[in-house]
């Protein structure tokens, strides 16, 4: 919309221009005119005058002819002055528009660049955007896979002993965590499954949740018409990876799956207290 705006913006003042351009070659004419018309009383003027000089030997004989040949000259000095006065006018509106039509090109020039600069990052965002579902669905398939380990261990008959600890998660999106504890058998020279790793699970739950509400935000960042979008969705970008990483040092740290799960909570809870002073960010258009 914000591109569409300022094209009818820039065809409204060409339009302008034009219109002034053609006003400008009317006043040039005009002033053409009054400079021929001011010309003509000049030479009516010195007409007069030699005219004046020719009878000046018979004073007396054209003495009428010559007051009315005066009052005539005073007249056609004072429209002389008139016409001067007006073309003085004519000239300080036509410099007036001269820098009308300067300032309405600049204008332009400038609308035209900044057009090319919001598509360019229009399609900078759209490619993040793009980068964003990507990873998503590389963390939705991570959780399906997960899951389906989980359904795959309570189901195998091999399984003899298991313990089960829940704990509800700060979010109502996520749901309980289940720590499982297997031992199986080394029947017919097989190895052990290896253990199931609750921390490493509610850690991409956190992370899908997150990269969720980041790609949200990402979308109302890069549809809005703020000036400072580009900016903003670097930082919920770059917040979102800082989390990722931060998430797989408290997989992989010696903590108990209690302390871990409540660090990955809270950092989860900070990044999306981020994410909405993103959103607070964003200018009212």
């Known amino acids: 919309m914000r591109k569409k ?15 002034l351009k053609s006003e ?14 001011r010309d003509k009383y000049k030479n009516l003027l010195d007409q007069s005058e030699n005219k004046l000089k020719e009878q000046s030997s018979d004073a007396n004989v054209f003495s009428e002819q010559i007051k009315d040949l005066e009052s005539e000259i005073n007249t056609a000095k004072d429209y002389i002055a008139k016409l001067k006065s007006e073309k003085q006018g004519l000239e300080k509106l036509a410099a007036k528009f001269n820098a009308e039509i300067e300032e309405a090109e600049n204008k332009i020039k400038q609308n035209e660049l900044l057009i090319q600069k919001l598509g ?44 089960i600890e829940t704990k509800k998660a700060a979010d109502e999106d996520l749901k309980n965590e289940i720590f499982l504890h297997a031992e199986l058998p080394s029947a017919h020279n097989t190895q052990p499954a290896e253990p199931y ?17 980041a790609a949200l935000i990402s979308s109302r960042i890069a549809s809005s018409r703020d000036p400072n979008a580009k900016e903003l969705l670097t930082l919920a970008l770059g917040r979102t990876e800082v989390l990722k990483s931060d998430i797989l040092q408290q997989v992989h740290s010696d903590l108990s799956f209690e302390q871990k799960l409540e660090n990955m909570n809270h950092l989860a809870d900070e990044t999306l207290e981020f994410f909405k002073s993103l959103e607070g960010q964003l200018s009212v258009q």
């Open 120 to 163: 360019a990052e229009k399609e900078m965002m759209s490619v993040n955007i793009e980068r964003l579902k990507a990873r998503l669905q590389e963390e939705k398939k991570l959780n399906m896979s997960l899951i389906t380990e989980i359904e795959q261990l309570k189901k195998s008959k091999q399984t003899q002993h298991f313990g």
């Open 197 to 213: 790793d609750p921390a490493m699970q509610a850690g991409a739950r956190i992370i899908g949740k997150v990269v969720m509400q």
């Open 24 to 37: 400008l070659e009317t006043l040039k004419k005009q002033v053409e005119e009054i400079t021929a018309e």
């Open 5 to 19: 705006r300022i094209i009818a913006e820039n065809v409204d003042l060409k339009c302008q221009v034009n219109q």
